[in-house]
């Protein structure tokens, strides 16, 4: 089969995604708390992908020195994610602006808070969804692009447990701007599975924390690489439903929970400190450990360029002859 037409006569490659964020490959490494500083974001995007900053684990000070070191490390386009959870939002907004950040990710929150505001600078604004409703939502407010993010992503999560191959082929089918598949991608394969139902690009999270360039805790990008099927689980509801490997921390939820715990009551026992502990300071037993179901699937930590280029490569060779049993 010959190569589809996205492929330009001398082997590049160009869709509506590629051309938005001025890269490569319609690869992009998902905005993480305690995973994507300044060292991940700048390597994706030197191996051709699009790279974010995950803001939400980050004072102020610290998110300006994430943006001024990703710009002296990369002379491409990269991203800051804005997770509208955090305190701190609009002086995180303010620094992005100031500091010329091209693109801005914008998840869990309302896309008419801070939209028009990021356009009126000159940003490209991209919003995650977990629904077709808020997708509408998201191009009715003005934003260029939608993240539609599964029911197996890591992190958190829409509460109506949308899968990824519901989710895209609906959200593809409710807006005309383009979608970027999250949720269960770690492989060329599963890109291109996601491609052919309609997605522009794709967001990985899990591939990128078992990464040498992760700001994660080994531990847990051991923990990651060693987790199996089922070892995952959408948890904490009543508060934002969060996929996490099911260990100590998360039982002491589960028992809160069939006691009755009330939301309050969770975000006691959760705390702010909870992800630090467990992602960034690999307490594998009293953190909390944000990972999608794919980490089954994922067994190596990889330099990030090394990901980008295994999973584009893949997906080539896939494309070629989709169908062919390894
Ligand atoms: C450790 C971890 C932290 C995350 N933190 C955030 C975050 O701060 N903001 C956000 O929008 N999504 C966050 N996510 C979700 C990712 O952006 C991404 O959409 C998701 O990981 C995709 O699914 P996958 O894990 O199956 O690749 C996080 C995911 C993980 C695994």
Same mark, same amino acid.
């Given at each position: $089969?010959?190569?589809? +037409?996205?492929? #330009?006569?001398?082997?590049?490659? *160009? &869709?509506?995604?590629?051309?938005?964020?001025?890269?490569?490959?319609?690869?992009?490494?998902?905005? $993480?708390?305690?995973? +994507?500083?300044? #060292?991940?974001?700048?390597?994706? *995007? &030197?191996?051709?992908?699009l790279g974010i900053i995950g803001s939400g684990s980050m004072y102020p000070d610290v998110l300006k020195e994430h943006i001024l070191k990703c710009k002296a490390a990369t002379p491409r386009p990269f991203a800051v994610?804005?997770?509208?959870l955090y305190p701190d939002?609009?002086?995180?907004?303010?620094?992005?602006?100031?500091?010329?950040?091209p693109i801005v990710f914008v998840s869990a929150g309302n896309p008419k808070k801070w939209t028009s505001v990021l356009k009126e600078n000159g940003i490209t604004v991209v919003h995650v969804i977990s629904s077709s409703?808020?997708?509408?939502?998201?191009?009715?407010?003005?934003?260029?692009?939608?993240?539609?993010?599964?029911?197996?992503?890591?992190?958190?999560?829409?509460?109506e447990e949308t899968t990824t191959m519901v989710l895209i082929p609906a959200v593809v089918n409710a807006v005309k701007i383009p979608v970027i598949a999250a949720g269960g991608i770690a492989t060329g394969r599963?890109?291109?599975?996601?491609?052919?139902?309609?997605?522009?690009?794709?967001?990985?999270g899990s591939r990128f924390v078992a990464s040498d360039e992760a700001s994660s805790h080994l531990?847990?990008?051991?923990?990651?690489?060693n987790s199996h099927e089922g070892d995952t689980i959408l948890t904490m509801k009543q508060l934002t439903p969060v996929r996490l490997i099911k260990n100590k921390f998360f039982k002491e939820i589960q028992e809160a929970e069939l006691k009755g715990a009330s939301a309050e009551d969770l975000k006691i026992l959760l705390g702010r400190a909870r992800a630090k502990k467990?992602?960034?300071?690999?307490?594998?037993?009293?953190g909390e450990l944000e990972i999608g179901q794919v980490s089954a699937n994922i067994k190596t930590i990889l330099p990030a360029a090394k990901i980008v280029d295994e999973v584009w490569n893949e997906f080539k060779v896939a494309l070629e002859d989709p169908l062919k049993k390894d």
């Amino acid at each position: $089969m010959e190569l589809s +037409s996205p492929f #330009r006569g001398t082997g590049g490659f *160009s &869709n509506r995604i590629t051309r938005l964020f001025g890269i490569e490959y319609p690869i992009i490494q998902a905005g $993480m708390i305690w995973a +994507s500083g300044w #060292r991940l974001a700048s390597a994706v *995007s &030197n191996a051709g992908g699009l790279g974010i900053i995950g803001s939400g684990s980050m004072y102020p000070d610290v998110l300006k020195e994430h943006i001024l070191k990703c710009k002296a490390a990369t002379p491409r386009p990269f991203a800051v994610n804005v997770p509208l959870l955090y305190p701190d939002i609009d002086k995180h907004i303010q620094i992005i602006i100031e500091e010329g950040v091209p693109i801005v990710f914008v998840s869990a929150g309302n896309p008419k808070k801070w939209t028009s505001v990021l356009k009126e600078n000159g940003i490209t604004v991209v919003h995650v969804i977990s629904s077709s409703t808020f997708a509408k939502k998201a191009e009715d407010a003005g934003c260029d692009a939608v993240v539609a993010e599964g029911f197996e992503a890591g992190g958190h999560n829409g509460r109506e447990e949308t899968t990824t191959m519901v989710l895209i082929p609906a959200v593809v089918n409710a807006v005309k701007i383009p979608v970027i598949a999250a949720g269960g991608i770690a492989t060329g394969r599963q890109m291109l599975a996601a491609m052919v139902l309609g997605a522009d690009a794709v967001q990985m999270g899990s591939r990128f924390v078992a990464s040498d360039e992760a700001s994660s805790h080994l531990n847990f990008k051991n923990a990651v690489i060693n987790s199996h099927e089922g070892d995952t689980i959408l948890t904490m509801k009543q508060l934002t439903p969060v996929r996490l490997i099911k260990n100590k921390f998360f039982k002491e939820i589960q028992e809160a929970e069939l006691k009755g715990a009330s939301a309050e009551d969770l975000k006691i026992l959760l705390g702010r400190a909870r992800a630090k502990k467990g992602m960034f300071e690999g307490d594998l037993e009293e953190g909390e450990l944000e990972i999608g179901q794919v980490s089954a699937n994922i067994k190596t930590i990889l330099p990030a360029a090394k990901i980008v280029d295994e999973v584009w490569n893949e997906f080539k060779v896939a494309l070629e002859d989709p169908l062919k049993k390894d």
